[in-house]
């Protein structure tokens, strides 16, 4: 049975009298024979990923121009970091204020309810597959190669930094020419077939990419992912949720080191919310679930917008109950909810 499954199982009675499947306001300090859920309020997750590039200069990173002709290329160590990806999506967590009981009656067929961990509710009579997300692990990739074991006797035995330079950059050039006459068929043993020559070629390949690395140096990379949430509970107008600095990544929403990255909510109001005396005449009938109302999200920095999306959020919106007789005894009605709204996603008798 899977974790997230709570299973009201049916109670196969003698057929009697009819009977409705009942439905209270949950009320913790009462003992209850049914199954407890909760609506959910609707968080609003960004999970963000980041680039960070340590760039280590060669060797021989100051005579890259005189003997390769490859200009601007850094002398000193740097950090940099860079955003690449924002992806915004929304999950559903328990509305204290909005806890019922499914109450299982004589003579009833008790429904097969679905929750959450934590308790929403997501389906009657039915199941949902509910994939939990897992943030990527951080990963470094380092590119540096080994440049010494392609060193050849006259460089390592020169008695200067600037004459291994110019002995290293020959070596370079002769196996550019290397590969050119391989290509073109004009070496005396050429290799046999296309594997090996393909073999030969990538050989080549990894000599001079290595030894021009003691030039241009190398950039070793860390990918990272972190994750920020955000509960609204009104409307929200510009709030900070992280910064950013090329310098240093992710930093707190008040480190002036880095970018601000703005939320901007806006409820559009598409739900008419009942009045207080209508809360209070409410009676609770039936299955109870949200009406969301949709609001309109906005990312953005200082450069721009980044994200803008109209989304449904609970906690916008009121709450709407079902008619009981659909869960009566012999009835086949199922039921979907949105896991982060709590609103209708299916209902099919």
Same mark, same amino acid.
């Given at each position: 049975?899977?974790?997230?499954?709570?299973?009201?199982?049916? !109670?196969?009675?003698? *057929?009697?009298? *009819?009977?409705?499947?009942?439905?209270?306001?949950?009320?913790?300090?009462?003992?209850?024979?049914?199954?407890?859920?909760? *609506?959910?309020?609707?968080?609003?997750?960004?999970?963000?990923?980041?680039?960070?590039?340590? =760039?280590?200069?060669?060797?021989?990173?100051? =005579?890259?121009?005189?003997?390769?002709?490859?200009?601007?290329?850094?002398?000193?160590?740097?950090?940099?970091? !860079?955003?690449?990806?924002?992806?915004?999506?929304?999950?559903?967590?328990?509305?204290?204020?909005?806890?019922?009981?499914?109450?299982?009656?004589?003579?009833?067929?008790?429904?097969?309810?679905?929750?959450? +961990?934590?308790?929403?509710?997501?389906?009657?009579?039915?199941?949902?597959?509910?994939?939990?997300?897992?943030?990527?692990?951080?990963?470094?990739?380092?590119?540096?190669?080994?440049?010494?074991? =392609? *060193?050849?006797?006259?460089?390592?035995?020169?008695?200067?930094?600037?004459?291994?330079?110019?002995?290293?950059?020959?070596?370079?050039?002769?196996?550019?020419?290397?590969?050119?006459?391989?290509?073109?068929?004009?070496?005396?043993?050429?290799?046999?077939?296309?594997?090996?020559?393909?073999?030969?070629? &990538?050989?080549?390949?990894?000599?001079?990419?290595?030894?021009?690395?003691?030039?241009?140096?190398?950039?070793?990379?860390?990918?990272?992912?972190?994750?920020?949430?955000?509960?609204?509970?009104?409307?929200?107008?510009?709030?900070?949720?992280?910064?950013?600095?090329?310098?240093?990544?992710?930093?707190?929403?008040?480190?002036?080191?880095?970018?601000?990255? =703005?939320?901007?909510?806006?409820?559009?109001?598409?739900?008419?919310?009942?009045? &207080?005396?209508?809360?209070?005449?409410?009676?609770? &009938?039936?299955?109870?679930?949200?009406?969301?109302?949709?609001?309109?999200?906005?990312?953005?920095?200082?450069?721009?917008?980044?994200?803008?999306?109209?989304?449904?959020?609970?906690?916008?919106?009121?709450?709407?109950?079902?008619?009981?007789?659909?869960?009566? +005894?012999?009835?086949?009605?199922?039921?979907?909810?949105?896991?982060?709204?709590?609103?209708?996603?299916?209902?099919?008798?």
């Amino acid at each position: 049975m899977k974790k997230n499954l709570i299973i009201a199982l049916a !109670s196969w009675m003698s *057929l009697g009298a *009819l009977a409705q499947t009942q439905v209270t306001e949950f009320n913790p300090g009462v003992s209850a024979n049914g199954v407890n859920y909760a *609506l959910p309020l609707t968080e609003l997750k960004m999970d963000v990923s980041a680039i960070k590039a340590v =760039y280590t200069p060669g060797e021989f990173a100051k =005579y890259a121009d005189r003997y390769l002709h490859i200009t601007g290329v850094a002398l000193e160590p740097a950090t940099t970091w !860079s955003v690449k990806t924002l992806d915004i999506y929304q999950e559903g967590v328990p509305d204290t204020t909005k806890v019922f009981t499914v109450k299982l009656k004589d003579k009833t067929v008790a429904p097969m309810v679905q929750l959450t +961990k934590s308790g929403v509710l997501v389906a009657v009579n039915t199941e949902v597959d509910m994939k939990e997300r897992a943030l990527p692990s951080s990963s470094t990739t380092s590119h540096k190669l080994d440049a010494r074991q =392609y *060193l050849t006797e006259d460089i390592l035995s020169a008695t200067s930094t600037a004459k291994m330079a110019e002995l290293t950059a020959q070596e370079i050039l002769d196996i550019r020419e290397s590969k050119n006459a391989i290509k073109r068929g004009q070496v005396e043993s050429m290799p046999q077939d296309g594997a090996s020559l393909k073999i030969v070629l &990538e050989e080549l390949n990894r000599q001079e990419e290595a030894l021009t690395q003691l030039f241009i140096g190398y950039t070793d990379t860390t990918f990272m992912v972190k994750s920020y949430t955000v509960l609204p509970t009104e409307d929200i107008n510009q709030q900070v949720v992280f910064r950013f600095s090329r310098r240093l990544g992710f930093v707190d929403a008040d480190d002036f080191a880095g970018d601000p990255y =703005y939320l901007t909510v806006k409820d559009q109001h598409t739900v008419i919310l009942p009045t &207080e005396q209508e809360k209070a005449k409410r009676k609770i &009938e039936g299955l109870v679930y949200n009406m969301p109302s949709m609001a309109n999200v906005t990312i953005s920095t200082m450069q721009g917008t980044l994200f803008e999306q109209t989304l449904p959020f609970a906690q916008f919106g009121t709450i709407d109950m079902l008619s009981p007789t659909l869960f009566n +005894k012999g009835a086949t009605t199922k039921l979907t909810l949105h896991a982060a709204t709590g609103g209708i996603q299916h209902l099919e008798q």
